[in-house]
């Protein structure tokens, strides 16, 4: 079979309405900047498109060659070697980086097929997809919450692996389980790929399985989109473990209809950077991964034995999910899902939602007690109700909690060369990618070298350390998220003390240490004392009684 241009049909679809959704990114993400408890409903529901990639239309020339970069790439810096200065500019730079995971990563995702058509029930999702003169069907079963009326928000879950099914429905959202091995089959050799998903672009195609599968979730939306029913089309989360979490990952990355991505311990290909890996004690080498299953496409073979000359890495396939909802749930207690290199991921992504004025809306969790694999884990329940409030129900903010285990930290300090940006709110700057055709084959354009340094910021930040907290409160307790910020100069070490209110009590602390009290005074760990001028960190902690009317008394650098 001969493989179509999937991506010049998605450019035709969304060309038009590339522009509009700048526009709308852009309003979206200041809002949350200045206050982003001012009105969470209105601004989770608006982080979601109504297409799979609003950057389509984004001009993107992919690099004719690559150099070796032993650094995580900037996901600030164009292809032509500009670095982005605006929110709006991060759409098109989003779609540079998306192409990229495509062509060395994943294999392209087949766009929205000419025909798609199914069911939507209490209980059963069909979907009927016919192009390249080929049919195919698969279904998934629905699962409602006991109460209310509908239609609900709903988790994809994959393979019936993922976060707590009876925490999903206790807090209000419907379950669709999801077979993906019905879209793309394990146990197939790369030549002779198996499923929905390759019957229609053929057994020999170079997309892997994790991006086939992602095609399944993309189809299942369109089906809800169109049917409506009991399932609300907008409040669409998804989710898996182990491998089904790596899918997880990219059916989230790729498709921006999908309001809350939650993969759990995904492992080598999925969340772990890839430049991390092999020097990661114990954990699975990317070429073992490889060969286990087909699940990255085969372009990635080229890479196994060095990653450095990968354009991206995991740090930016996360950041395809930003601003949208992201909560990245690793297991310290088993080498072979590489966590450390996880936690260096979540702590990159995590750059680019801060960038974004996104910072609640991703959160990462590896401290768990229990080191059994997949299991259901009680330190994630409250953080994944709050998720499924934030972004499928449209209350309240997203949890932006971060407990890295001291089991497996990684130290983005020690991966990065760049810095984060202050982006405006304005219009795109002329120097990043410009709307207008796409290309998906390489040109002939130079390679850009790493970057080196950063564009200096609007103003120039004072030297030191600014702080700033938001509270998320409840009855009878709270959480509070504290971004540190370095000023003009390089910290390596921060000191925040801060002023709780009368009766309020901290009881837990995560990316930080406390202690005294009249203030409370919060002290950086091991991880993430060293920050570049300009560079924020964030910490949180869990209390008692009320946090509103906290202060921040000072922020010391050393």
């Not at 493989?3 to 522009?19: G, M």
């Not at 982080?47 to 239309?57: F, I, K, M, R």
């Not at 994630?380 to 285990?405: E, M």
């Not at 120097?431 to 080196?452: A, E, L, N, Q, Y």
Request: net charge negative.
């Amino acid at each position: 079979m001969i493989r179509s241009d999937r991506r010049k049909f998605r450019s035709t679809v969304v060309a038009l309405a590339v522009a509009a959704l700048l526009a709308a990114g852009a309003e979206t993400v200041a809002a949350r900047t200045g206050d982003q408890a001012a009105a969470p409903a209105a601004s989770a529901a608006a982080l979601t498109s109504t297409v799979e990639d609003s950057g389509a239309g984004c001009a993107v020339s992919l690099p004719g060659s690559l150099t070796s970069n032993a650094s995580l790439p900037d996901p600030f810096t164009s292809l032509n070697g500009t670095r982005i200065t605006s929110v709006s500019d991060w759409t098109c730079r989003r779609e540079e980086i998306l192409q990229l995971a495509e062509k060395y990563v994943y294999g392209q995702k087949g766009a929205k097929p000419a025909s798609v058509s199914g069911t939507v029930s209490g209980s059963n999702v069909t979907v009927n997809v016919t192009d390249n003169g080929h049919s195919v069907s698969f279904s998934a079963g629905v699962t409602l919450p006991s109460t209310g009326s509908g239609p609900f928000p709903a988790v994809i879950v994959y393979g019936g692996t993922g976060v707590d099914t009876a925490t999903i429905l206790a807090s209000g959202a419907a379950v669709i389980n999801y077979n993906p091995l019905n879209v793309g089959a394990e146990g197939t050799p790369r030549s002779d790929k198996q499923g929905a998903y390759y019957t229609l672009y053929g057994s020999s195609d170079s997309t892997g399985l994790l991006m086939a599968w992602a095609w399944g979730v993309s189809r299942i939306i369109d089906v809800i989109n169109q049917s409506g029913g009991s399932v609300l089309a907008s409040s669409v989360g998804v989710t898996g473990c182990s491998r089904y979490g790596k899918g997880a990952l990219v059916a989230g990355a790729f498709d921006q209809r999908v309001a809350l991505t939650m993969p759990v311990e995904s492992g080598t290909d999925g969340a772990p950077i890839f430049r991390g890996v092999p020097g990661e004690s114990g954990a699975q080498p990317l070429d073992e991964a490889y060969n286990e299953q087909p699940w990255v496409g085969d372009a990635f073979s080229a890479f196994t034995g060095n990653p450095n000359m990968l354009p991206i890495d995991t740090h930016e396939i996360l950041g395809l999910v930003a601003p949208r909802g992201l909560f990245v749930m690793e297991n310290p207690h088993i080498d072979w899902l590489a966590t450390t290199s996880g936690s260096v991921a979540a702590l990159g992504a995590r750059e680019i939602y801060n960038a974004l004025g996104a910072s609640s809306n991703i959160s990462y969790w590896s401290d768990v007690q229990d080191g059994t694999h997949c299991a259901v884990r009680p330190e994630w329940k409250a953080p994944l109700q709050q998720s499924i409030k934030a972004f499928l129900l449209n209350s309240g903010t997203g949890p932006g909690t971060f407990h890295v285990s001291s089991l497996k930290s990684g130290n983005l300090a020690q991966w990065r060369n760049w810095t984060t940006p202050t982006l405006t709110s304005g219009p795109p700057t002329s120097s990043s990618p410009s709307t207008g055709p796409t290309s998906s084959s390489p040109s002939s354009s130079p390679t850009p070298s790493p970057s080196t340094g950063s564009q200096p910021p609007p103003s120039t930040p004072p030297t030191g350390c600014t702080a700033a907290v938001t509270v998320n409160q409840w009855s009878g307790g709270f959480t509070a998220s504290v971004n540190v910020t370095a000023g003009g100069a390089a910290i390596h070490g921060w000191t925040v003390s801060m002023s709780l209110p009368t009766g309020a009590a901290v009881t837990s602390t995560w990316n930080a240490t406390a202690s005294g009290t009249g203030p409370t005074r919060f002290a950086n760990v091991s991880y993430d004392g060293s920050l570049g001028a300009g560079q924020t960190t964030n910490f949180g902690f869990q209390g008692t009684g009320t946090g509103q009317g906290m202060t921040v008394v000072s922020c010391a650098a050393s």
